[in-house]
């Protein structure tokens, strides 16, 4: 039992990766998970950087079938349950921009399906549960602290440019003056 309890803890440890990745013009990256019947997968995504902040995002089973699809948005997730086994593909696409990168985080995380006749044991049931609250916490947190570099960035942006117009509107106004005082004394 305590044997489970541990082997139960390191997978629910190592089943949440964060991944960040750079989607150019005109560019898709897919990513594979095999998976067993009855397994679970959680796909949570943000673009947090290029463009309009919106890329494409599709999830298909073995057979090739589309099981969730969005188009160009900035933000989702999908939570499923394996139907079959095989290897289930989740990609991102930027296809359809020209010109502009895309800075994408994403995180997959499962659980093993078990069943109450495998001895799952309110303890352990305690802890699958704990550690769903955990990795929503933390994909939480991810997501916030990604808002924040995009609001930083922005408001760095409008105060450069608010800097650079109000020195241009002083060498202005100091231009305007000497000319004035040149043509009155003249």
């Known amino acids: 039992m305590l044997g489970a309890l541990l082997v139960l803890v390191a997978v629910l440890a190592q089943c949440a990766l964060a991944h960040t990745v750079d989607l150019h013009p005109n560019s898709e990256h897919c990513f594979f998970e095999d998976m067993h019947s009855g397994d679970e997968m959680t796909l ?30 900035d933000t989702g997730s999908y939570e499923f349950i394996a139907d079959k086994d095989g290897r289930y593909t989740y990609c991102f696409s930027n296809e359809f921009s020209h010109v502009t990168d895309k800075t994408l985080s994403f995180n997959v995380h499962g659980v093993l399906y078990l069943t109450e006749d495998e001895g799952l044991i309110p303890a352990e049931r305690e802890l699958r549960d704990l550690a769903n609250n955990i990795q929503m916490f933390k994909d939480e947190q991810q997501y916030l602290v990604m808002r924040e570099r995009i609001h930083r960035n922005t408001a760095e942006s409008t105060n450069s440019r608010v800097k650079w117009w109000s020195i241009m509107q002083t060498m202005l106004i100091v231009a305007t003056c000497g000319f004035q005082i040149y043509f009155v004394k003249r």
Not at 58 to 64: A, F, R, V
């Open 44 to 73: 949570t995504y943000q673009v947090s950087g290029g463009g309009h902040l919106d890329i494409d995002t599709w999830i298909k089973n073995p057979d090739g079938q589309t099981l969730f699809e969005q188009i160009r948005k």
